[in-house]
């Protein structure tokens, strides 16, 4: 297997550009899981404390022949913490349950701009005293529309990443744009679509033809558009043909092939309309 690629936020930190997802994996299959992907490879783990296996995530890593440093950590701020004194507590629930001293990348999971008086900004600025103090290497945000990410500017940190759904069906390709233009990298969750792009023709036709699965093909996509991905499976088959995608490359024209299937479609809630609950 050819290495994953590391990306260089805008702080000089580097990311892996392939890991491993943990939402809906039960606590009690998630050390499983963890530890198969560690042991196929994986080095990037993005978890929350809202998946409630953050403290399994820290346990298969404890067990994992690996040092601390060579695993990419990110989890992510409660949509009930979000007022700064809740906020450093979450903050510290999270280290405590993952049993380390610092996440790589910690998150605001969603901009909620319906509750807390639509103040993220107090509760971004809770995230910068984390980073300063070493705490969180890195910080950014998730599931943040432009205009969200605009009332960030001139806070002393820019985000590091804003991870938002991406997929065939939904390519966001407005935001991830205003994202380039901020140096602000992207970050693709549920990258296949929790499954329903598998059976798309066109992804079906790129697949046979390059001699790879749908979900190769598509986690491909990603990686060569530049995004971020860390899909998620308990199968250890899955999750070991997840990852065995550094050995092709898809031609311009199968990427602009796959970027057209483009419905806006989201698997997951509108990042305008949620209120977190
Ligand atoms: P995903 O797109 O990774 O899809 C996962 C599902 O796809 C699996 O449950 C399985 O049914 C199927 N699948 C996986 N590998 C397959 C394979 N090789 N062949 C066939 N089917 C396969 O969906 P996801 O878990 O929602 O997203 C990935 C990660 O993104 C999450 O685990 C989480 O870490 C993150 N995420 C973040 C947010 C957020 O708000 N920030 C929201 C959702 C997910």
């Known amino acids: 297997m050819t290495s994953i690629p590391d990306i260089t936020l805008n702080n000089g930190q580097a ?3 392939f890991g491993f997802g943990v939402f809906q994996i039960q606590p009690n299959d998630t050390v499983a899981a963890v530890s198969t992907a560690l042991e196929a490879g994986y080095r990037h783990i993005d978890t929350a404390e809202m998946y409630g296996n953050e403290a399994e ?7 994992s022949a690996l040092d601390r440093g060579e695993v990419f950590i990110t989890s992510k701020l409660s949509n009930d913490a979000h007022e700064p004194g809740e906020a450093r507590q979450a903050f510290d629930r999270t280290l405590k349950a993952l049993g380390t001293e610092y996440v790589d990348l910690f998150l605001i999971h969603w901009p909620l701009s319906a509750r807390y008086g639509g103040d993220f900004v107090q509760t971004w600025q809770t995230l910068e005293e984390f980073y300063r103090e070493g705490r969180a290497r890195s910080i950014g945000v998730s599931n943040f529309q432009p205009h969200h990410l ?3 500017h001139g806070e002393t940190q820019i985000p590091a990443v804003n991870q938002i759904e991406v997929h065939p069906y939904l390519t966001q390709d407005d935001v ?7 140096q602000i990298a992207v970050e693709a969750w549920s990258p296949l679509g929790q499954g329903s792009v598998l059976g798309d023709p066109v992804v079906r036709s790129v697949a046979e033809r390059t001699g790879k699965t749908p979900a190769q093909v598509v986690l491909r996509w990603h990686v060569q558009r530049g995004d971020i991905v860390f899909p998620k499976s308990v199968t250890p088959d899955r999750i070991r043909e997840n990852i065995d995608i550094f050995d092709f490359e898809l031609s311009a024209a199968d990427v602009e092939d796959i970027t057209v299937l483009n419905k806006n479609e989201r698997t997951g809630p509108d990042p305008d309309k949620f209120d977190g609950r």
Not at 176 to 182: G, K, N
């Open 176 to 182: 991830r744009t205003f994202c380039a233009e901020h």
């Open 150 to 152: 605009r009332r960030l």
């Open 57 to 63: 995530v820290g346990e298969a890593i404890a067990r």
């Open 15 to 17: 990311i892996p550009q």
